[in-house]
């Protein structure tokens, strides 16, 4: 057993003497000067490969105890750098540059990018680097000089003219109201009475067919034309009461003679020239 624990003993004494051999090459070839030839730099980066690959496997041939022994004798930076090479270190840069290259600011004016992740105050300043004047009223503020009402009423003056034009345009729009309001109520008031016209027509003639009844006869139904000439009859005799038969009778025909025309045919139409 003792015979064991020297050869182990030895072997890790060996892996830990080859381990800053390596680790001493390596910062004195980074110290050397750089190769002007592309094939001096290939055969380091070919010997740096075959080093590790070996010292890949040799580590795989110890046992997992060793293994975390040297880990800790080492520390975690070194035996990654040993063990994993340069290629996790590189990939960690890449990546934090990355990151960084995301999280810039890019412009004087535009807004950063911040994780979405925080949250977002609803008070932020968006423009940071723009410096916004402060606000400030001329009623209360000296600089801009004490009020005097005849030099404000002679640069303003134009107000005036302004606010008469308004009260005219303000009547006129007030008339037109008006007028669409009373014309309005006016055609209720038609609409009306022609509805009240025809109620009383078929309750006369609902009140005849009662009274034939009564009498024994049978009961007449007349046709809606029939029926009709009677309401027009009934609205007549209202308007030669009221002295406006007249005035209707013209818009009537006047009426009739636009919808006359628009039944002709076009000369283009009748004739075929366009």
């Not at 345009?169 to 038609?190: F, G, Q, T, Y």
């Not at 509805?195 to 049978?218: A, F, S, V, W």
């Amino acid at each position: 057993l003792s015979m064991t624990f020297k050869m182990a003993d030895e072997s890790e004494s060996d892996f830990e003497h080859e381990f800053h051999e390596r680790d001493k090459k390596a910062s004195h070839r980074g110290m050397d000067k750089p190769a002007t030839s592309m094939e001096m730099a290939e055969d380091e980066e070919e010997e740096d490969g075959e080093e590790e690959d070996e010292f890949s496997l040799e580590m795989a041939d110890l046992p997992l105890g060793k293994v975390r022994e040297m880990k800790e004798k080492l520390g975690l930076k070194l035996f990654n750098k040993a063990y994993f090479g340069t290629k996790a270190d590189d990939k960690d840069k890449e990546r934090q540059k990355r990151q960084a290259a995301l999280f810039q600011h890019r412009g004087q004016h535009r807004p950063k990018e911040i994780s979405s992740k925080r949250p977002v105050s609803t008070f932020r300043p968006l423009y940071q680097n723009l410096s916004t004047g402060k606000k400030w009223d001329p009623r209360f503020d000296i600089r801009a000089g004490e009020f005097k009402e005849r030099c404000f009423e002679d640069n303003y003056s134009f107000l005036d003219d302004l606010r008469r034009q308004e009260r005219e345009v303000s009547i006129l729009a007030m008339a037109v109201v008006k007028r669409s309001a009373i014309r309005r109520m006016d055609n209720r008031e038609k609409t009306k009475a022609e509805k009240k016209l025809k109620q009383e027509t078929y309750k006369e003639l609902r009140q005849e067919n009662i009274d034939r009844m009564m009498r024994g006869e049978r009961p007449v139904f007349k046709t809606k034309a029939k029926v009709r000439l009677m309401h027009m009859e009934k609205k007549f005799d209202q308007l030669k009461k009221d002295n406006k038969l007249e005035n209707y009778m013209k818009r009537r025909a006047k009426k009739e003679a636009h919808r006359e025309v628009k039944k002709k045919p076009s000369f283009e139409h009748q004739y075929g020239y366009q």
